[in-house]
C-alpha cells in the first residue's frame, strides 16, 4: 500500500491533500523564498489520529513536518525532501477554562484570538485574555505560538509565549505520547521547565497536540502617546531614555519614515510626510497613575526634539492605532510584490547605529527597506522589498539578511527575537554560537528526536537533510 493510502485508511476523505492545486498553498510559510511542494498534507483532528500519522510517516522514513496554520516567517514549516505537512489546525477544541484559576486546557488548532473570544464569553471571563500578540494573531495557533515562542507588539511588558504555557502534550517522533508540565487539575511545572525548553523548538521535537495556558488580566486602563520625529537617531533615543527611567510601558513601537508613509497612505491618520520616525507607546495600568507617566513621556519626546507629540485616552483612538499597525506588513503589498521581514534584537543603546547600517546594507545591494519594530525591546524587523521573480533581487536580499543579523550579532544582538530560526537564519546559527553550544544544542535534539525523523534541517544544522537558498557568489548591482 503507498504512504497516500496508508493516510488515506487512518483519516476521513477531506484530511489527506495530494492535489498539485491544493498543495500549491503549502509550500511555503510567510517566508516565501524557501519553497517545496510537501508529498501531502493531513489534518488530524485528535491526539490519536496525530499518533498514527506519525507511527505510520517514521516507519516508511517520510520526513514529517509539523504545521499550524502557517503564520511563520522563517521557514520552519515547509517540508523539503518530499515530506508530509501534518497539519494541527483542524484540532480546534478548547477542553476546559478554569478561570478561579486562570489556566485554560486547549488543542494545538485553537487560534490565538479564539481563546480570548471563547474566555470573554463566561461570567467574569471579559476581564481575562492570552496575552500573546503576534501581528498574525487572528490566524496563528496556540500551538503554533508555543513552537515558535511567539511574541508581539505587547511583548515589552506581556512577554513571549513560553511565559504562558503551563504543559504541553506532544506526539514524540517515535509516536510516544509526552506530557509536561501542568495537566487537568495540576498547574505546577515540576523542578523542570520542560515547556520552557519545547517552547521555541520550532517543531524538531515532536508536533505539540494540546495545552495548558496562562489567562492574565486585561489591563482597564490605557493611555496612548504618539511622537513624531525628523531624525531617527532622536526617536531611539526616546526609547531608551524611557526604559532607563524605569517606566515599563505596554508596548513602544517604532515606524521609520518610509513606513509611517506607508500606514498614513493607507489609514489616512495625518501624518506628515517629511516624518523621519515615528513612536507609538502605550502604557497601562492604575488609571490614577498614568497621566503622570504620560506627562514623563511626552517631556522625553520633547528633550529630543519631537516634530510633534499627541495623547490619548480613548479606546477607538487606541483601537485604530493598533490596527494600523498590526497593518502595517499587509500594507507593504500597496508598495512591493514581494518583501521578506527580517527580525534580530540589539540592545536598545545600539538602535540608532543599526537603523543606520540597515540603510547602508540597502543601499550596498540596491534594495529599498521599511523599518516598524518592537523598539521597546530592542526587536528589529526591517523590511526588505523585491520581486520574487527576479533571482538577482532574490540572492540580494539573502545576501543582506545576512549582513544585517551579522551586524546585530557583533552589536550584542541575536538573530532572532521573535520568529525562530527555521531554515532562513540557519546558517548564521555559527555566528553567534560557538562549537560547544551548538553540540549541546544537538544532544536536546538527539534525546527527542536520535534519527532526524521530524523536520530535520531547521532551527539546527541536519546531516540528514540541508536546505541552501543562498547561491554562490555575490550579486550585487553595480
Known amino acids: 500500500m503507498s504512504i497516500v493510502e496508508s493516510l488515506r485508511a487512518l483519516l476521513p476523505a477531506d484530511g489527506v491533500l495530494v492535489d498539485p492545486a491544493e498543495l500549491f498553498v ?12 510537501p508529498a501531502a498534507v493531513v489534518f488530524p483532528r485528535s491526539t ?19 504545521r499550524g496554520s502557517g503564520t511563520g516567517l522563517a521557514g520552519g514549516c515547509v517540508a523539503f525532501d518530499d515530506g508530509v505537512i501534518v497539519s494541527t489546525a483542524r484540532m480546534t ?3 476546559s477554562i478554569d478561570l478561579p484559576n486562570r489556566v485554560a486546557h486547549v488543542e494545538a488548532g485553537v487560534r490565538n484570538t479564539q481563546l480570548t473570544d471563547a474566555v470573554s464569553l463566561l461570567p467574569g471571563g471579559g476581564a481575562f485574555h492570552f496575552a500573546p500578540d503576534p501581528s498574525s494573531q487572528r ?6 505560538n508555543a513552537a515558535t515562542n511567539a511574541g508581539g507588539i505587547h511583548t515589552l511588558k506581556d512577554f513571549v509565549s513560553s511565559n504562558h504555557v503551563l504543559g504541553l502534550e506532544m506526539v514524540l517522533p517515535d509516536g510516544t505520547v509526552a506530557q509536561v508540565g501542568a495537566a487537568n487539575g495540576c498547574y505546577e511545572s515540576g523542578p523542570f521547565d520542560l515547556p520552557g525548553l519545547i517552547c521555541g523548538s520550532e517543531g524538531t521535537l515532536g508536533i505539540i497536540t494540546r495545552l495548558w495556558v496562562r489567562l492574565v488580566p486585561k489591563a482597564t486602563a490605557f493611555r496612548t502617546i504618539v511622537g513624531i520625529f525628523t531624525s531617527q537617531s532622536d526617536a531611539c533615543n526616546v526609547v531608551s531614555e524611557t526604559i532607563a527611567t524605569g517606566i515599563l510601558p505596554a508596548a513602544m513601537e517604532m515606524l521609520d519614515g518610509r513606513m509611517v508613509q506607508v ?10 510626510k517629511n516624518a523621519a520616525a515615528l513612536i507609538l507607546t502605550e502604557i497601562d495600568g492604575i488609571d490614577e497613575l498614568l497621566d503622570g507617566y504620560m506627562h514623563d513621556i511626552v517631556s522625553i519626546c520633547n528633550r529630543h526634539n519631537a516634530f510633534s507629540v499627541s495623547t490619548s485616552n480613548d479606546p477607538a483612538t487606541r483601537a485604530k492605532l493598533w490596527k494600523a499597525r498590526k497593518s502595517a506588513f499587509g500594507a507593504i503589498g500597496r508598495i512591493s510584490p514581494s518583501y521578506c521581514t527580517q527580525d534580530a534584537c540589539v540592545p536598545r543603546s545600539m538602535l540608532a547605529s543599526v537603523l543606520q547600517k540597515i540603510g547602508e546594507i540597502g543601499e550596498q545591494y540596491g534594495l529599498d527597506i521599511n523599518n516598524v519594530f518592537h523598539a521597546g525591546d530592542g526587536n528589529v524587523h526591517p523590511i526588505f522589498l523585491y520581486d520574487e521573480r527576479n533571482e538577482t533581487q532574490v540572492q540580494n536580499v539573502l545576501r543582506a539578511c545576512e549582513d544585517v543579523l551579522e551586524y546585530c550579532i557583533d552589536v550584542g544582538g541575536t538573530l ?4 525562530g530560526v527555521g531554515v532562513e537564519k540557519l546558517h548564521i546559527m555559527p555566528h553567534l554560537f560557538d562549537k560547544a553550544t551548538m553540540k549541546q544544542f544537538q544532544f536536546v535534539k538527539d534525546a527527542f528526536d536520535p534519527d532526524e525523523r521530524i523536520n530535520a534541517g531547521k532551527l539546527i544544522p541536519s546531516d540528514k537533510l540541508h536546505v541552501e537558498l543562498l547561491k554562490p557568489g555575490r550579486k550585487v548591482p553595480q
Open 139 to 144: 490566524a496563528s495557533t496556540i500551538g503554533g
Open 416 to 419: 532572532t527575537g521573535e520568529h
Open 26 to 37: 503549502y509550500e511555503s510559510d510567510g517566508f516565501t523564498i524557501a519553497k517545496a511542494r
Open 48 to 66: 490519536e489520529d496525530v499518533v498514527a500519522i506519525v507511527k505510520l510517516l517514521s516507519d516508511r522514513n517520510v520526513q514529517i513536518v509539523p
Open 93 to 95: 477544541r478548547i477542553f
Open 263 to 272: 500606514i498614513e497612505d493607507a489609514f489616512h491618520f495625518g501624518f506628515p
